[in-house]
C-alpha cells in the first residue's frame, strides 16, 4: 500500500496526518493555517503529499447525521475537486470519505491524554485527520 495524506478542512485550520509507508498507520502532522485564498490552501496541502511521497489525499467528507449532504459537505466536495484538479497532474488521486464522529473521537482522545484547553483546540484538526486516515486506511 502507498503513503497517503488525511485531510480536515476546517474553517480557520486544515488538519493533516499521513500514513506510514506500509499504510497501515496514520499520524497526525502540523495543521495548516487556512488562508483567504483557498488555492494557497490547496498548495500546502499538495506540498505536504509531495514531501511524503503520497499517491493519494483522503478529504474528510462532513455528512450530515442521516448521511445526507448538506451545505458544509457541498462545500468539501468543491475542494475536493479543487484539489483533484491540481493533484492528478502530479499523480496523486483525492478521495472523499465520511468523516461523521472524527472531531469527536479526537477530542475524546486528546481528553484522555491530559492535552487540555488551548492545546487541544490548536490539536484538534490534525488529530480529527489522524481519526479519518485511520478509518480510512482500516477500510481497505
Known amino acids: ?21 506500509a499504510g497501515s498507520m ?27 511521497g503520497a499517491e493519494v489525499v483522503v478529504v474528510g467528507l ?27 497532474a502530479r499523480g496523486v488521486q483525492v478521495e472523499t470519505f465520511d468523516e461523521r464522529f472524527t472531531t469527536v473521537t479526537a477530542v475524546g482522545a486528546l481528553a484522555t491524554a491530559g492535552v ?6 490548536a490539536r484538534v484538526d490534525s488529530a480529527a485527520a489522524t481519526v479519518l486516515l485511520q478509518s480510512w486506511l482500516d477500510s481497505r
Open 116 to 121: 487540555a484547553g488551548r492545546q487541544r483546540r
Open 1 to 21: 500500500m502507498a503513503r497517503s495524506v488525511g485531510v480536515d478542512l476546517g474553517e480557520r485550520r486544515i488538519g493533516i496526518a499521513v500514513s506510514d509507508a
Open 62 to 88: 462532513p455528512l450530515s447525521l442521516d448521511g445526507s449532504r448538506g451545505p458544509a459537505a457541498r462545500a468539501v466536495e468543491e475542494e475536493a475537486a479543487a484539489l483533484t484538479t491540481l493533484l492528478s
Open 26 to 52: 496514520a499520524f497526525p502532522r502540523p495543521p495548516i493555517a487556512r488562508h483567504a485564498e483557498r488555492s494557497l490552501d490547496h498548495r500546502a496541502i499538495a506540498e505536504v503529499a509531495a514531501e511524503v
